[in-house]
T-cell receptor
Framework: QKEVEQNSGPLSVPEGAIASLNCTYS??????FFWYRQYSGKSPELIMS????GDKEDGRFTAQLNKASQYVSLLIRDSQPSDSATYLC???????????FGSGTRLQVQP | DGGITQSPKYLFRKEGQNVTLSCEQN?????MYWYRQDPGQGLRLIYY???????QKGDIAEGYSVSREKKESFPLTVTSAQKNPTAFYLC?????????????FGQGTRLTVV
């Protein structure tokens, strides 16, 4: 079964620091990669998508993709307490065109 | 107001009872999905549908059933055969692009067995 792996955390960073979240995936032919943010008791919210190797920046968020290493990451600059949440990495299963999710990394930003 | 609406927000099921979770979208998306989330876990795919009147099993379909009679609607029935149904159920939808596209979620239904 195709897998998406994340460190469960918690990852604790001080306010204003850079938070780095990592994800590896097993399906070599995957082409679409996503980061979702999920607050406790709420549904996931899409924050970044990336489709090609390299970096993609959107405000304080940067997604990085390395298909050769099957690795995708999310950097959050100037972390705020409101960024405290679980971050889910998702990869498109090209066989059935549905998302496969990692178990998520819990981020805690300390004021 | 475009989006995905799930109802109810909370649902309680007695042992041996079937219950149906509603999911409606007005985004004109072709694909719809049902995921289950257990505490501290990621999302696991139950069923998905890419076209009306067609759907496929995901990774944990046993004890669940779905229908897709309209593009906008994809209800999930949790049957009595599902032995451990207490979980957070999430419905999502997306367009169908080459290689996959972004999926958007409803607010979820929290099901509890009493």
């Amino acid at each position: 079964q195709k897998e998406v792996e994340q460190n469960s955390g918690p990852l604790s960073v001080p306010e204003g620091a850079i938070a780095s979240l990592n994800c590896t995936y097993s399906d070599r032919v995957s082409q679409s990669f996503f980061w979702y943010r999920q607050y406790s008791g709420k549904s996931p919210e899409l924050i970044m998508s990336i489709y090609s190797n390299g970096d993609k920046e959107d405000g304080r968020f940067t997604a990085q993709l390395n298909k050769a290493s099957q690795y995708v990451s999310l950097l959050i600059r100037d972390s705020q307490p409101s960024d405290s949440a679980t971050y889910l990495c998702a990869v498109t299963d090209t066989g059935r065109r549905a998302l496969t999710f990692g178990s998520g990394t819990r981020l805690q930003v300390q004021p | 107001d475009g989006g995905i609406t799930q109802s109810p927000k909370y649902l309680f099921r007695k042992e041996g009872q079937n219950v149906t979770l509603s999911c409606e979208q007005n985004l004109n998306h072709d694909a719809m999905y049902w995921y289950r989330q257990d505490p501290g876990q990621g999302l696991r795919l139950i069923y998905y549908s890419q076209i009306v009147n067609d759907f496929q099993k995901g990774d944990i379909a046993e004890g669940y059933s779905v229908s897709r009679e309209k593009k906008e609607s994809f209800p999930l029935t949790v049957t009595s055969a599902q032995k451990n149904p207490t979980a957070f159920y999430l419905c999502a939808s997306s367009t169908l692009g080459q290689g996959g596209t972004e999926a958007f979620f409803g607010q979820g239904t929290r099901l509890t067995v009493v």
